[in-house]
């Protein structure tokens, strides 16, 4: 379990990550009583590694991160892209691309209209996810290792979803319904 609070060890994690064809990112926020979310979270996992980066730590940069996120050599990969991608454009003014959204390709995949993460990942996994953590409150500090264990599970398991689902999208020629 890994949980970034430095600029200087989130800048050595992005460039690690930027070597790989693919990421995998969520983000954990706020909205309740605001306009905008207020970022409290990231997670991102390569197929090596993932970790989870505080966003509220105190002195910290996002700017490499937001980096990784413009990167077009890098696909990121979303579950229910729109409120992570707002958050990245409010934040950095950037949209993160290329994208690719799970939700949508299970969709494409015939695997229910908009499918949430938890039955996606039982229905192509065989893995219940614990959702215990999903309704906290991350802006709260500091973070339980449950949490943190939560927070980081959405992209390990989001690494092996993304390959499942884009071998069925080769398979049935469904790629292009993706990508438009």
Known sequence: MSI?????????????????????VDTEFIREKTYWPILCLVQVGTPDEAVAIDALAEGIDLEPLFDLMANEDVLKVFHAARQDVEIFVNLSGKVPKPIFDTQIAASVCDLGDQPGYAKLVSTLLGISIDKASQATDWSRRPLSERQIEYAIGDVTHLCKVYELLLAQLKKTGRGPWVDD
């Open 4 to 24: 970034i609070t430095e600029t200087t060890a989130l800048a050595a994690f992005c460039e690690r990550a930027a070597a790989f064809p693919f990421l995998t």
